[in-house]
């Protein structure tokens, strides 16, 4: 259909956690419930848990016992993100499967919430990913407001490239993702970032894209992406999330919409929709209101011609 369209894509859960974590507090069970549920679906990839201080966000408290209540379905893998040192060690000890790193490429956004310089971040995550490489532990290593920044505004792409080139050859991670944190991301912007890291000899196909839906230009990003070979996709079960230290950012892409569409294409993605669109009423069930997925609405098109 298009020349780069990939023929499979790798839809990342992140509810658990990237969704969760901007929620109400739920019980460690709950959010072991939903977890379990999301491992039925045929996703292979689960943000689980934050290894965060529980004063921070308390949302993620107890995620060492969820690690550890969760049952394990072999192929997926069950990765969480860690802040620090401490975090990485527990998570390490909590049997992650990968650990996630975050920096943030606008540096007002990255001292607000880290508390650093983005060079300082780097300089973290290098120590973090030996840590968690002396383990056999991969690592993901995620650039923020990659797309835009609430405080600063437009992010140079070229800026953005510079740091994942930085993870690749400084820190030797395993992978990187490129977080809208801020909900700025509109397709020209994802265009703008891919032709900067093909520049530093980035591949799309070598990178994750971590899409919010705060300007409703969630699903255009990733058609974009997809157009120029992108193949892994985050997306939050309903909706859930979005980002308490950005102003204004809603949640994640829903995973049912994300799954939807791209199926529509003939992708595959391994994953049974109708489970995805189960685990999605479980969602609103356990934050008790109504989550902005649609396609959870509305159900998908192929029921129109079923009914
Ligand atoms: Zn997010």
Redesign the pocket.
Known sequence: MYPNFPTDVEIRE?GPR?GLQNEMVLPVDQRVALIDALSTTGLKTIEAASFVHPKAIPPMAGSAEVMAKIKRVEGVSYRALVPNEMGTDAALDAQVDEIEVVMSASATHNLKNIKMLPAESVQQIIALTKISHSQGTPVEAIVSTAFGCAYEGDIDPKLVASYARQLIDEAGVDSLSF?D?SGMATPRVVMELLEALGEQQIEPRDIAL?F?NTRNTGLANIVVALQAGVRRFDSSIGGL?G?PYSPGATG?VPTEDVVHLIQDFGISTGIDLNRIIECGELAENLVGRQLPSQVLRAGPRSRIFAS
Request: aromatic share 0%; with cysteine.
């Open positions: 992140v990237d977080g944190t971590h919010h999330g980002c994640n």
